[in-house]
């Protein structure tokens, strides 16, 4: 089995990387990442023995073409992922997670790639106060982020329908674990603590995320690329939600670090307040979460803690 992971030098390709290769010895796995700012070679470094790693852009259709040839499968991660950024620099994000899953999309149609799995988002549901976003509901994104995802899945679904491309879609909720980049909500919170520095909370710290461990998510994505229906939707939650303000006082708690350093700053433009999977399709295909918020936390920690060389340069 040959399969090409885009986006594999990222926080969850990384893991998906060790994930394959951990339940697969002697499969052959090609990287295709274009190293942005996001991407590091080093997330790779105890299995480049065991990977190719091909440095280049989605969007560029030849190198697409060259890292295709053979792959049974593609699983695509890259994409550009902070919705911040999103919002003061928008056009990375449509160029990437629209044009670049076209670009991976024109290769599949013409190659013979026998599945094409599109990893996207909860985000593209938007907000909801109450009740669970199943698969059927209405898409609603609010960012340029979650919108330029939604435009990258329904390309991907049109695939599917007009040209018999075998793709699956899952739309995971926040992941947290080993290797996220230093902008995102946990590692920013444990870093800032470690640092006895104020912790930055939207608002009031009430927006509420289910919060997905990077290995539950790696063990779903692989279950939807071999189990799944051709065409499937499969939403990955993990029954986790909780406000933003608990996980900070969780995280301070695991670290012996007072509650005081939790700062209140202004909100983002169109935050959404909650998301909410419904996830019983995973359910069907025998999934169910494994780590548990605390322990899966307290784990996070740790590494962090362990792994200083690694977040150092880009804290
Ligand atoms: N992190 C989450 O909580 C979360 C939740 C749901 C869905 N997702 C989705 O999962 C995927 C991976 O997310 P992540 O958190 O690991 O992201 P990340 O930002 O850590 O990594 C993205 C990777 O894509 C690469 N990349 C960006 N633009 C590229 C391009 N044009 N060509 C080739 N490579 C490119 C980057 O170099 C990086 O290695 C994304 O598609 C994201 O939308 C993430």
Redesign the pocket.
Known sequence: MKVLI?????????NFVRHMLREHPGIEIVV?????????LE?LEDVKDKTKFVK?????KDIVHKVMTGCDSVV???????VDRSISSPE?FV???VL?VFTLLEEARKSDVKRFEQ?????VYGSTESGSFSEKTLLDPSSP?SAS?AGGELLARSYARTYGLNVVV???????GP???PE?LIPVLIIKALRDEPLPIYGKGLNVRDW?H?DD?CRAIELVLNKGKPGDIVNIGSGNEVPNIEIAKKILHHMNKPESLIKFVADRPGHDFRYSLDWGRLRELGWSPHVKLEDGLKRTVDWYLKNRSWWLPIA
């Open positions: 885009t986006g594999g030098a990222g926080f969850i390709g990384c295709l990442d274009k190293l942005t700012y996001a991407g590091r997330n280049g852009d989605i969007c560029d695509n991660f890259a994409a550009e992922t902070h990375e160029r990437t997670d670049g990893i996207s988002t909860d985000e982020y995802k899952t739309r995971s909720s926040n992941n947290y290797f996220q980049f995102k997905l990077v998510n």
